[in-house]
C-alpha cells in the first residue's frame, strides 16, 4: 500500500508491506531521509511482519510541513503512526529520527513493543541559546520553493544526495535513479532538510528535558552503532560511549558495533537490522509470556 495518510494533522506519505495480521514494524528515516533508505531492510522483514514506512512532512513524498519540525510535531506523528497499528510496535528508528522514536516510548509507553536504534543522533550535553527553528523554517521553506520554481532543485537536489550517499554508504541508491529525482528535485525538500537542520538541536535539548521527567519503559532495545565513517579515535570512543548509554535506557537494552559500516546502516548492514528485530521480538514475546 502506497498512499498520503492524516497523522497529528499533518499528512505523510505512507509505504506499507508484508501481511496484515504479520508482527507490526514501523521505520522512520533519518534527517532529510525517505522512504525508499530502508527498501534492503524491508525487504528481509516483509514477509513475516506488517511494515510501516513514512516520510515525516516535507520529505519523501509527503506533502509540507503545517508545522515546523520540532521534538513535539514529529513525535506527535510517530505517535500517529504506531496507533494505526492498533497494537503495540517495534520500532526502527535511524539518526535523529531516535529522537522522536524515544520520546513517543517515554510518553507513550503503551505504543512500544521494543525498539532498534540506527546509529542514532546523540548529544551529551545539548544547549541553544536563542530558539531559531520556528522563526527561520519560513524563509527555509521559501529558498526551497524558489529553487523549485527555477527548477535549480532537480539539479542541487538529487547531486546533493549523492555526494552525501558517497560518504555515507558503500553501496549505490536501492532504488531507480528517477525515484530518486522525483524526492531529491522537490524543492520543498530541500527546504524541509534545512529546516529539520535548523531543528536539530533544539530537539535534543527538548529531549534531555524529557529525560527528566519520563522514564524509558522497560522494552527490548538494540542499539547499532556504525563506526566506519567515524575517522578520530577520540570522536569513535565518544560516539560508542554516547551508544552505549542509549542502551541502558533500558534493561534489556544492549548494543551492537559495526566497525566498518557506514552511517546508512539499513542501506549497507539490514541483514544486521533484521537479526535485531528478530532478537527484540523474540526477547518481548518471552516477556509476554511471562506475564
Not at 529539520?196 to 535534543?204: D, G, K, P, Q, S
Request: no cysteine.
Amino acid at each position: 500500500m502506497n498512499e498520503i495518510v492524516n497523522a497529528a494533522r499533518e499528512q505523510v506519505h505512507v509505504v506499507e508491506s508484508g501481511p496484515a495480521d504479520g508482527p507490526p514494524l514501523l521505520l522512520t528515516s533519518g534527517l532529510g531521509g525517505a522512504w525508499f533508505d530502508w527498501a534492503p531492510t524491508v525487504r528481509l522483514l516483509r514477509d513475516e511482519h506488517r511494515v510501516t514506512v513514512f516520510d515525516r512532512p516535507g520529505l519523501g513524498l509527503s506533502p509540507a510541513g503545517v508545522e515546523p519540525p520540532s521534538l513535539r510535531r514529529d513525535t506527535a506523528i510517530l505517535e500517529a503512526m504506531a496507533a494505526r497499528a492498533g497494537r503495540p510496535v517495534i520500532v526502527l528508528a535511524h539518526s535523529m529520527a531516535a529522537f522522536h522514536a524515544e520520546a513517543m516510548a517515554r510518553l507513550r509507553p503503551h505504543l512500544v513493543r521494543g525498539m532498534v536504534l540506527v546509529d542514532p543522533s546523540f548529544e551529551h550535553d545539548p544547549h541553544v541559546r536563542v530558539r531559531v527553528a520556528a522563526a527561520l523554517t519560513p524563509l527555509a521553506t521559501a529558498t526551497g520553493a524558489v529553487l523549485g520554481a527555477t527548477r535549480l532543485a532537480r539539479a542541487a537536489g538529487p547531486l546533493g544526495r549523492r555526494l552525501v550517499l558517497k560518504h555515507t554508504s558503500r553501496r549505490d541508491e536501492a532504488v531507480p535513479d528517477d525515484v530518486v529525482r522525483s524526492v531529491y528535485g522537490r524543492g520543498t525538500v530541500l527546504g524541509t532538510v534545512v529546516a529539520e537542520e535548523l531543528a536539530y538541536r533544539e530537539m535534543a535539548v527538548d529531549l534531555a528535558r524529557l529525560r527528566e521527567r519520563r522514564r524509558f519503559p522497560d522494552v527490548p532495545l538494540v542499539v547499532v552503532t556504525a563506526l566506519g565513517d567515524v575517522d578520530d579515535p577520540a570522536r569513535k570512543r565518544e560516539w560508542a560511549e554516547g551508544h552505549e548509554r542509549l542502551a541502558r535506557m533500558s534493561p534489556r537494552g544492549r548494543r551492537v558495533e559495526l566497525p566498518d559500516a557506514l552511517h546508512m546502516v539499513a542501506l549497507d548492514r539490514p541483514d544486521v537490522l533484521a537479526d535485531a528485530v528478530a532478537e527484540v521480538g523474540a526477547e518481548a514475546g518471552r516477556t509476554k509470556e511471562r506475564a
